[in-house]
C-alpha cells in the first residue's frame, strides 16, 4: 500500500506549499522599501517633502555603507533624491543640523526610528507629545 494515500489530504507537504507564496530577492526588497516608505508617510524624514512620483523617494543608509552600515531597517530611513544625494557618505547628524530645513522634531523622529523602529504621529502643535519622546530617548 502507498503511504501517500494513506495521509489525509491536508497533511500532504505540497498541499502547504500550493498556498504559498514565495518572493524572490528583487520582491522582497521592493516591498521592504514600500514599507520603510510608508511608515514615513511617503515624505523624506529630512525636509519632509512630498516627492513628485515613486522613484524621487529613495531610500538612505543613515550610516552610509561606505563607513560599515548595514542594509537594515534600523539604518534606513526615506529622503529625496535631493537630500539622499547631498548627505552622501556624511555622518547623517552633522549634516542634518547644517541644513536650513532642520527641526528638533524631525531629528527626534529620525533618532526614534533608529532606536525603536516606529516614527510617532503627531500634531506639528503638539508640544506634549515632542516633551514625552525626549524623556523617552533621554531616559
Known sequence: MNNVASIPLCERPQDYVFNMT???????????????????????????????????????????????????TSNCIPACRRCNGDKGSSEWLAWYRMQPFYTIEAEVRIQHWLKEGIVDQYDEDDSIWMDALLNRLAG
Open 22 to 72: 514565495t518572493l524572490n530577492s528583487s520582491e522582497a526588497k521592493r516591498l521592504w522599501r514600500t514599507a520603510i516608505k510608508e511608515a514615513w508617510g511617503n515624505r523624506c524624514s529630512y525636509c519632509g517633502g512630498t516627492p513628485i512620483d515613486d522613484k524621487s523617494l529613495t531610500i538612505d543608509h543613515v550610516k552610509p555603507k561606505a563607513r560599515g552600515g548595514e542594509d537594515m
